[in-house]
């Protein structure tokens, strides 16, 4: 997966948890996203971050959204 298009999967502040999920650095997380070093950790951390953030995110619009799409309220 390209780098770029991974980064910007992830939400404000994921980079952190990248870092403590692969158990590196912030930097070495930030040289990653900068294209200056290669990591499968990191890169797998990212991915499984990036998934579990869009398995939240669908799972809460879910939540909220009616068949048709339509939020609900109560």
């Known amino acids: 997966m390209e780098r770029s298009k991974l ?11 990248v870092a403590k999920c692969a158990n590196v650095s912030r930097g070495a997380v930030y040289k ?25 995110k669908d799972t809460a619009i879910k939540q909220i959204t009616n068949e048709e799409g ?5």
Do not use: C
């Open 70 to 74: 339509d939020i609900v309220t109560q």
């Open 32 to 56: 990653f996203f900068g294209n200056k070093s290669n990591s499968t950790k990191i890169e797998m951390a990212a991915i499984n971050i990036a998934a579990m953030y869009k398995k939240n």
């Open 7 to 17: 980064r910007k999967m992830l939400p404000h502040g994921a980079l952190q948890e």
